[in-house]
């Protein structure tokens, strides 16, 4: 068995020692080269997404062709008793924190703090967006995907991983009765958002549903994810029928004898993405954006969850927070920093 696992053992110490890049730096120096992977949780990270890249892509396939073995043809380290470790995949893991963590020095407990993205903090993060785009080099594309995500994750405080790979199915649109004016209009556009971080025992197609809210069009152009969305769809041509432009949407549609209209995607678009953006490509543009924008400490993506987990405390109660989050009161009492702080821009 220790020669089935030393290849990969191989490839993790390699992965971590070599994950050296070129990072901007507040001295005369302006850049040093900096190792990327320092944590035995980042590591096994990477491991935990190679076996399940295997579990999908290669056993798979023996699963299909041996259905009468399905359960040998598997990869796991947590066992069908929750929170019961077990396995070769799972060795790896004690391999990284008990051996290779020494030799390569990497940290075994978490060393940053949770520290949250205030509201100001996001729209200064958005403002520098496109203010300073000449410095924030991307594809349009990049650069609208990344706005909605952000504006995503502030808003309802999800995971980075359940925001790559939005759909058009995940996105409905409708018009309907203003509910204090009836001669007026109004467009809603409900998101739904899948879960992530399931817990084995817990893996239905109902516990992975996630859930959704609505939203509508706001004043502030820059924190209005409804409008992102609109401008896109019609940007892609997704609506059948088609529409030029917003003011379309709210003319068109005929709500003499109902009081509210969905509208439908064309055929080929509910399975594409609408804003489409990996996570790699996120957190890259992310950091560029705090570092233009002249954050002081490179704050992480998770920190907008925080934030705003932080604006729901006395808003809801700690028992619906909790419910909308998956996550324990424990996990999300830790806002250690009201805020980000900023020296102003750097360039």
Not at 108 to 114: A, D, F, G, Q, S
Not at 151 to 168: N, W
Not at 186 to 199: C, D, F, G, P
């Amino acid at each position: 068995m220790s020669e089935a696992q030393a290849p990969f053992q191989a490839f993790l110490r390699t992965y971590a020692e070599t994950s050296i890049q070129r990072r901007s730096i507040l001295d005369s120096s302006e850049y040093e080269s900096k190792r990327m992977v320092n944590s035995a949780f980042s590591l096994t990270e990477v491991w935990r997404r190679l076996v399940a890249s295997g579990q999908h892509h290669v056993m798979r396939h023996q699963r299909r062709d041996c259905p009468s073995q399905a359960e040998t043809w598997r990869l796991r380290w947590i066992s069908k008793n929750e929170g019961s470790r077990e396995g070769p995949a799972y060795r790896i893991v004690k391999w990284v924190f008990v051996e290779s963590a020494p030799e390569i020095r990497l940290e075994t407990v978490p060393t940053y703090k949770k520290t949250e993205m205030t509201s100001t903090d996001v729209d200064v993060a958005l403002d520098t967006l496109w203010s300073r785009s000449n410095d924030i080099s991307c594809k349009p594309i990049t650069r609208v995907s990344f706005h909605d995500m952000v504006l995503l994750a502030a808003i309802g405080g999800f995971r980075p991983g359940t925001l790559t790979g939005l759909t058009y199915s995940q996105f409905q649109v409708a018009v309907l009765r203003h509910p204090d004016n009836p001669a007026r209009t109004k467009i809603i556009v409900t998101v739904s958002i899948r879960r992530n971080k399931i817990k084995e025992t817990s893996k239905t197609s109902r516990s992975r549903a996630g859930g959704y809210f609505s939203i509508t069009l706001v004043q502030t152009s820059r924190l209005c994810l409804a409008s992102l969305v609109l401008a896109r769809a019609i940007q892609e041509n997704a609506f059948g029928p088609s529409f030029a432009t917003i003011d379309e949407i709210f003319d068109r549609p005929n709500l003499e004898s109902v009081n509210s209209i969905p509208l439908k995607w064309k055929q080929t678009f509910p399975g594409q993405p609408i804003f489409p953006m990996t996570y790699k490509s996120f957190n890259e543009v992310w950091h560029r954006t705090l570092l233009v924008a002249g954050f002081r400490h490179r704050s992480r993506l998770h920190n907008l969850r925080v934030g705003a987990g932080a604006r729901f405390d006395g808003v809801l109660s700690s028992a619906l927070r909790n419910h909308i989050y998956r996550q324990a009161t424990s996990n999300l009492s830790c806002h250690e920093s009201r805020h980000s702080e900023r020296i102003g821009p750097l360039f």
